[in-house]
């Protein structure tokens, strides 16, 4: 099995990104798993546009994005991108569309084809704090997971595919009062036990990851 | 106008709904609204059904359900349901789905046909904390939001409907340390607040009200 | 009996101060209490000196001063104040001291006089969320405090007296994300409560109020 | 110089104390630090009990004790702690002390003599979150560090000595909602950290720590 593996630059007032970082900290093979790394920027389309040419050039069978979710205390695995485009600050690039649909002709939203539920458990058994998230947000991680998630259900372009949001790491939050964080290893860790969770689940897990709101 | 708004009963640990409560405070008439309220129990499918029987009687234009997130610390409009059931908790008739869709035909999401960033805006200018929020969880308020907008979309129910979510009152948190709440007079006027929002904006605003996760 | 009641000026970012505001809603008359309120500068010395005043004036039997605490998330009544200034930021006349005494000759630290639980249970009987706090921080509000004290334990100045932070109030956190908030009519509800509990308890009720840190 | 550091066991709900496990691991010397380790008991006068026997056996310079406080987000370094116990859950050993004096011949509180500045600067240079707790709360944390200081205090018992508070390590928060938490090794790391902090600054540094409240 080859899983591609991408993570964004950093963006907004930040000067690194974990997602990308503990991409790079990933080992070239997990269990039977091939992992292609890929960095792709912070920017509307371009992020997408990237993304694809990195699946035609290695033809993975699964594709997980990586992304910063500054604020958040674990792992979380996201469930469902929504088509729409509502930027709070300005992309990499300048871009702050505001509701806009990332692809006029596709669903309202996706649901991802990864099993997240033995996902967050394969994390959570390698002692590492993770759950299910059901918003991505309306920022370039929602985006490029929409734009994923379309081109598996429109084009089956790839089996698999879905999007993992990761916390500050620490020396991001020495500034910053009362922030969560997570170890840059512990996150890499999480991205390991995750794929093997893939790795090792065609089916996802029949329990419960819901939330009240 | 005529206007239909519901609020769910107590569910959880809770012995009260501020959503329940904050609906009953409303008055008869919202500028040239008129108001029609409906509880609606926390029940999977037999909320949908309650409702769809309240929208069969009052023939309303506009349809809002409101349900309680405790947790959460303002006014938050929601901007989209997905097809999807997923109960951490029994709901109060002891269903606890895993991973349904709410409806078999519907499609993956349906956005909400309300203004939400007006809403919010009116909301905040009444001088109560608002905001758009992305997700309205996988339990019974996302459920009912879910069968609205289906019947919206697939049966043109009622012209524009959606939901809203409100924080715990002060009465809920006494024994609870650190959560955030609402008095319960100031979620009744962030509700009229709305619908003044609804009534006076066919068109939403084009302002941005996103979230980076 | 007569009781003086201080509430800062705006501080910091802010441009107005909720610990006033609320003061300034108290009735004239609270039980058997008459009220007197007193705003005093959000400045090292200046407002001890000011407070030191208003007592020489009015000779209340109690003190209670009252000051803004934005993060916190109920009404909190102070235990204890210490002997030091440490400003992270400038006070109102640009001071900014860094770990000096706020009284050469004083104890480390002097505990209220004040029966902080039933303080509390009073509170909360009014359905609005209180706590003991333990630290009153090391800025103006524990300076006037600790000043308080001080001139109690060692002059005998008034019978009683302490200090009560109250949260941000809604217009405060309209642009701030999940910043805790409480209403102001209910904080001046608090308020009030908090000196019903004063004036029938002489004692301080025998019950756990503590923190494991 | 020869510094004794001492760790709790488990207490509450937790089958694990972060504070223990992060003092086993750290090393026998750091810097020209000769490192004694011992593990004091959750419970009131016992804890400090056993902390004086093992400074009359180690005849340690500096003394740290090191507790757990979960729902924190970085390692505290504790400023002061108050002559009071005031138990909202019981010891391990089911006391539940309410409102009593730790010594009845003490002071109402002590400032710690180690460099708390020094110390947090130290550990953020680590890349590790810290700061300076104005609280080590009213249970066993404050209790045993009030001890300490009074003992240094009143006969002088050893040099310096004070509070470290560490969050919650990540396999207590698995089944936690939003909770921080630090991995172990981080932990062991900032106490490290702190220790070189002490050892090189016999003076603490003159810059701000204090908070509003």
């Known amino acids: 099995m080859k899983l591609l593996i991408t993570g964004f630059d950093p963006f907004g007032n930040e000067i690194i990104n ?22 792709v920027p912070t920017v509307f389309k371009e992020s997408i546009d990237i ?20 604020g958040r205390y674990d792992i979380s695995v996201e469930r469902v991108a929504i088509n729409l485009d509502d930027a709070r600050i300005k992309d990499n690039k300048g871009n702050q569309p505001i509701d806009e ?9 996706y649901f991802t084809s990864l099993p997240i539920k033995a996902m ?3 994390v959570k058994k ?31 372009l790839v089996k ?6 990761v916390p500050f790491i620490p020396q991001q939050v020495l500034d910053k009062k009362n922030m969560p964080c997570m170890d840059l290893k ?3 860790r999480g991205l390991e036990a995750s794929i093997k ?6 089916e996802d897990l029949k329990i419960s990851g819901g939330r009240e709101f």
Not at 23 to 29: A, I, W
Not at 197 to 202: M, R, V, W
């Open 186 to 188: 512990s996150i890499a």
């Open 197 to 202: 969770g893939i790795y090792e689940n065609t």
């Open 18 to 39: 974990p997602a990308w970082e503990a991409v790079k900290l990933l080992p070239g093979k997990i269990e039977g798993v091939e992992i292609i790394k890929l960095q």
């Open 120 to 122: 967050v458990e394969e």
């Open 160 to 165: 698999r595919g879905g999007f993992i949001h």
């Open 126 to 156: 390698a002692n590492i704090p993770a759950s299910i998230s059901n918003t991505a947000g309306t920022f370039v991680c929602n985006h490029i997971m929409y734009g994923l998630l379309y081109h598996i259900n429109k084009f089956s």
């Open 51 to 70: 993304l694809l040419d990195g699946i035609k050039e290695h033809k993975p069978e699964v594709v997980i994005c990586v992304g910063q979710a500054g």
């Open 101 to 109: 649909p990332v692809y006029q002709d596709g669903e309202n939203a």
